[in-house]
């Protein structure tokens, strides 16, 4: 299995500028969510889905963050316009708690630089 | 707001000696789990203990819970340098729906050769 896939690994863009990470949970998990690591922050809980719907998006910061499920093998979380405070690293992790996995399983990540 | 609290932040021991990391949390759990970053890269799952275990140990990993301190400690025994790393627990709140953890700030844990 070659485990949860982010795309891109790094990202820089401008202020105002529209921002597309992109994951590939492993195939058959039926968990996925969405953190966000900063030095100041830690790990926070972005969204999570269950089965491809969203479950708990209260992490989201502001109506500029969004994430879709279109399907149970492809996310994406959307920044739009972006800010300089959105820079961070962004982890994507599955996990199959629906067959008690129990714990997650993350992306390398997307590293996230907003000029 | 963040369910656990890892202590110390920041760990320095020598190659073989043995490292230990603790970890608070707020509220009743239906497990903890512990989970470890080498630098640049994602969350690695290392244990989870479940709310009505007290120890587990897998290889040179031991982990208590204690719930009625609402605590819990990571120790690797006979540290290697390839141990540097940061370490995180995650707590998996009783009042959630299954699949929410939540992590802590970390210990950063370096083994020096």
């Known amino acids: 299995d070659a485990g949860v896939i982010q795309s891109p690994r790094h990202e820089v863009t401008e202020m105002g500028q529209e921002v597309t990470l992109r994951c590939k949970p492993i195939?058959?998990?039926?968990?996925l969510f969405w953190y966000r690591q900063t030095m100041m922050r830690g790990l926070e809980l972005l969204i999570y889905?269950?089965?491809?719907?969203?479950i708990d998006d209260s992490g989201m910061p502001e109506d500029r963050f969004s994430a879709k499920m279109p399907n149970a093998s492809f996310s994406t979380l959307k920044i739009q316009p972006s800010e300089p405070r959105d820079s961070a690293v962004y982890f994507c992790?599955?996990?199959?708690w629906g067959q008690g996995g129990e714990k997650l399983f993350f992306g390398s990540g997307t590293q996230l630089s907003v000029l | 707001s963040q369910q656990g609290e890892e202590d110390p932040q920041a760990l320095s021991i020598q190659e073989g000696e043995n490292a230990t990391m603790n970890c608070s949390y707020k509220t009743s759990i239906n497990n903890l789990q512990w989970y470890r970053q080498n630098s640049g890269r994602g969350l690695v799952h290392l244990i989870l203990i479940r709310s009505n275990e007290r120890e587990k140990h897998s290889g040179r990993l031991r982990v208590t819970l204690d719930t009625s301190k609402k605590s819990s400690s990571l120790l690797i025994t006979a540290s290697r340098a390839a141990d540097t790393a940061s370490y995180f627990c995650a707590t998996d709140s009783l009042y959630n729906q299954g699949g929410k953890l939540i992590f802590g700030q970390g210990t950063e844990l370096s083994v020096k050769p």
């Open positions: 992790a599955s996990g199959d």
């Open positions: 889905f269950n089965n491809n719907v969203p």
């Open positions: 195939s058959g998990h039926d968990y």
